[in-house]
């Protein structure tokens, strides 16, 4: 189970779920939204990348079955 701990809203224009912490036009990138759309999400997001905070890095976790061990191949 996963569990997304950011802002979401539903965009009906592309029939998708995003991601409000984001600026818009990394949103319209991402869902290939065509050029000169007028957004319906425009007031949902931060004007610019400075605004967002607690950005968190995240970093791929290896989980093994039980009664393996999990070789580190990160060098």
Do not use: W
Not at 13 to 23: E, F, H, P
Not at 30 to 54: A, I, Y
């Amino acid at each position: 189970m996963s569990y997304v701990d950011s802002p979401i809203c539903r965009c009906e224009l592309m029939r998708a779920m995003v991601l409000t912490d984001q600026t818009q036009q990394q949103c319209a990138v991402e869902h290939e939204c065509p050029p000169g759309t007028v957004c319906p999400l425009r007031n949902c997001f931060p004007e610019s990348q400075e605004s967002v905070t607690g950005q968190v890095t995240v970093a791929a976790v290896t989980v093994s079955p039980p009664g393996r061990s999990v070789r580190n191949t990160d060098k």
